[in-house]
């Protein structure tokens, strides 16, 4: 593992919720004093308005559209487990344990603001939760993104209370089975706890910190089965020219066109062209993947102030004394966030799937076989190449065009109209990953293709050598995936060439 990620006042980045959320840096809370007692004065505030009878949302009302219901001080204990019970009302597949542990982060930097009027001890255990690998079974579905996450986050309310089920050393088993194994005492939320563990952002803000980063690997191995198209296609390198790009100077796209620049050593001697102008998805390609390029920066920014905010209600400012009654957990950021990235991504996917059908067609091929099938003459009429994977990819691209519409624009009026807008962030996110899920299914068959198109080019009695990056990539490529001369069922390969994109194996550019 590498150096722990400290939650407690320092700002958390993207990938530093990836390291958690993969176990590649264990959870640690900040150490000082001060820290806890910073955490320590919000708790001790609520206990003293407690102590006076004043009047507190959700610790002693009741939630939502109840508020108006006073709950005697008798009974204002058993209020955290009831919310966290009622709620239990989660439907659809389980998270995953890596975007588990990633709403665990989430919510873990959220509380450690102090202004959610939690104790120390419920940060130390879900950062035990996160060191011990304990992690809630939570169903996908059943948040508005308003107020936060409510229904998915009574998962962790309720395991860290000892109730439900988690997953723990790959089975699952009962939360309260679990901390007897380990020696641990479920917690009792306090008045708020359960309150500030599910009223908030956390869900749509884990799965937005892994969707940012799959779409960044994205961006750039998209970029580089390009450079290995322009290759297998014999375009024109001077589509990605620096001073034509410096004329419309969009960061994004000239990064982009950059990458292919290196990629195709476009400064080495080139033949005369034969052709002036390449079809769109390849002479357009740094135009496209630019949007995704320049839109990184302010998707980063969105989700990263999430992630660093004190995002339940209410928020407790202990050192004025003050709780203030507010909406920080309407998620209409990630919700922005993650429904322009399901765009960006679906684009991806429409590029490299014209890709693949410019690579498998005669007519726009340049002199590669149909269906880039590698097969003898002998046996050509048989032999069918990629044409199965060319119809696959326009399906799985086809879903990610529909998933492109957006999840803000379908809010709901809930709870008795107190939830009468809401931002469906969650739904959001759930559907930026599964458009990220078909675009890399789209990348992997689209690099398999473009690298059977660079094998048959290179057999031409005309080739040319291949630029260094390319060279290095293609051959390494060649290792795991054979050039597929006979007709051979793929589904094996495209599933290690996925599971390579998911782990980030080729390292792209700096």
Excluded at 333 to 362: C, E, G, P, W, Y
């Amino acid at each position: 593992m590498t150096e722990p990620v400290i939650f407690g006042e320092n700002l958390l980045r993207i990938e530093d919720v990836l390291a958690v959320a993969q176990r590649r840096a264990p959870a640690r809370l900040q150490a000082d004093e001060a820290f806890r007692s910073r955490i320590a004065r919000g708790a001790q505030f609520l206990d003293t308005l407690l102590d006076r009878e004043g009047v507190i949302y959700g610790v002693t009302t009741g939630y939502g559209d109840s508020c108006v219901v006073a709950v005697p001080l008798h009974q204002v204990e058993a209020l955290p487990q009831h919310l966290f019970t009622f709620h239990g009302c989660g439907l659809g597949k389980l998270l995953e344990a890596e975007a588990t542990r990633a709403v665990l982060a989430a919510r873990l930097r959220s509380l450690t603001h102090g202004m959610s009027g939690v104790r120390i001890e419920l940060l130390e255990r879900m950062q035990a939760f996160l060191e011990h690998d304990v992690l809630p079974l939570i169903p996908e579905e059943g948040s508005v993104g308003a107020s936060g996450d409510l229904t998915p986050l009574s998962y962790v309310a309720a395991a860290l209370a000892g109730e439900r089920e988690v997953l723990y050393r790959g089975e699952r088993r009962s939360a309260a089975e679990v901390h007897r194994q380990l020696g641990w005492t479920p917690l009792t939320l306090r008045p708020k706890e359960a309150l500030a563990l599910m009223n908030g952002t956390a869900v749509m803000t884990g799965l937005a910190c892994l969707a940012y980063a799959r779409a960044d690997y994205l961006l750039q191995l998209a970029t580089r089965i390009t450079a290995l198209n322009v290759i297998a296609l014999q375009g024109n390198p001077e589509h990605f020219d620096e001073r034509l790009f410096a004329a419309k100077p969009h960061p994004g796209q000239t990064q982009v066109a950059a990458w292919i620049r290196q990629d195709l050593a476009i400064d080495a001697p080139a033949a005369p062209l034969h052709r002036l102008q390449d079809r769109y998805s390849i002479r357009c390609a740094p135009h496209v993947l630019g949007v995704l390029a320049d839109s990184l920066g302010l998707l980063r920014q969105f989700i990263e102030t999430e992630l660093n905010s004190a995002n339940d209600n209410p928020i407790i400012d202990a050192d004025n004394e003050r709780v203030l009654h507010g909406g920080h957990f309407y998620g209409g950021h990630i919700a922005f966030a993650m429904d322009s990235l399901k765009n960006l991504v679906a684009n991806v996917a429409d590029l490299l799937d014209r890709q693949l059908a410019l690579l498998v067609d005669t007519r726009y091929n340049h002199g590669l076989p149909s269906n880039l099938s590698g097969a003898p003459a002998a046996t050509a009429m048989i032999n069918h190449g990629f044409k199965a994977v060319q119809i696959g990819t326009s399906a799985w691209t086809a879903e990610a065009l529909k998933n492109s519409m957006p999840a803000s624009v379908f809010s709901r009026s809930t709870e008795c109209h107190n939830q009468d807008k809401v931002s469906m962030g969650t739904i959001a996110a759930r559907d930026a990953l599964r458009s990220l899920e078909l675009s890399e299914q789209v990348a992997a068959a689209t690099l398999l293709a473009a690298q059977q198109g660079v094998w048959l080019r290179q057999r031409q009695e005309d080739a040319r050598p291949l630029p260094a990056p390319l060279a290095a990539m293609h051959s390494e490529l060649a290792e795991t995936f054979p050039p597929l001369i006979e007709d051979r069922a793929l589904e094996g390969e495209l599933r290690l060439c996925l599971a390579q994109i998911r782990n980030r194996h080729w390292r792209l550019y700096a």
